[in-house]
């Protein structure tokens, strides 16, 4: 079964801080994507992956940026923390862009608050 | 203008009703359409999958693509208050690049 796995349901941190967010899929998939999700807006593509070492910026990448280091785990790192980064943080991932389904899973979602 | 349009709701039926949810969009090269369900305080997940024109049955979901006006819809047939969600519609251009464009999201709640 899919499984994509957010560290933190919900975190509070203070403006100025360093964020880490982590997202860890256990299907050996190439491509894993981070969104932030916001009333009225929908889903908004921060940043993605399409391998390991591999970043693509997304819609909104300011203020972001992020890691993947290994095949599994892709993080999001708000270098300093900002009111507005205040928001539902969803990790996705994909088997490989190369096949014909474009069928991403996500998993359940960090909720953030910065303060 | 937001390249997909999505009626944000609330949308609120009894038990039994027939839902139709429904998006537009702007960008004549969408080619793969999808729906997603989120629960609260759930990631979205995958209900319907399509490719250009046409409709998908899927038990009691019907997934419709009309390209040539831009629109596209779910119907819930026999909504049950397990239906009760955010029904996320999203798009792409090409089946192999990561980019997907998300709707705003419609809540549904289905009353017993």
């Known amino acids: 079964d899919v499984k994509v796995t957010q560290s933190s349901r919900y975190l509070v941190k203070r403006t100025g801080e360093k964020v880490f967010l982590e997202c860890v899929q256990d299907?050996?998939?190439?491509?894993m994507f981070w969104y932030r999700q916001d009333p009225g807006l929908g889903l908004r593509l921060i940043y993605f992956?399409?391998?390991?070492?591999?970043?693509e910026k997304g819609d909104i990448p300011e203020g972001y940026s992020v890691s993947r280091e290994k095949k599994e785990r892709f993080s999001l790192i708000l270098e300093s923390a900002s009111t507005n980064q205040t928001s539902m943080y969803l990790c996705a991932s994909r088997q490989d862009r190369n096949l014909a389904k474009n069928i991403q899973y996500f998993g359940a979602g960090t909720r953030l608050s910065v303060l | 203008q937001k390249e997909v349009e999505q009626d944000p709701g609330p949308l609120s039926v009894p038990e039994g009703a027939i839902v139709s949810l429904n998006c537009t969009y702007s960008n004549s090269a969408f080619q793969y359409f999808m729906w997603y369900r989120q629960y609260s305080r759930k990631g979205p997940e995958l209900l319907m999958y399509?490719?250009?024109?046409g409709n998908k049955e899927d038990g009691r979901f019907t997934a419709q693509v009309d390209k040539s006006s831009k629109y596209i819809s779910l119907f819930i047939r026999d909504s049950q208050p397990s239906d009760s969600a955010t029904y996320l519609c999203a798009m792409s251009v090409s089946s192999n690049t990561g980019k997907l464009i998300f709707g705003q999201g419609t809540t549904l709640q289905v009353k017993p």
């Open positions: 299907m050996d998939h190439e491509n």
């Open positions: 992956s399409y391998d390991v070492k591999m970043k």
């Open positions: 399509t490719y250009s024109s």
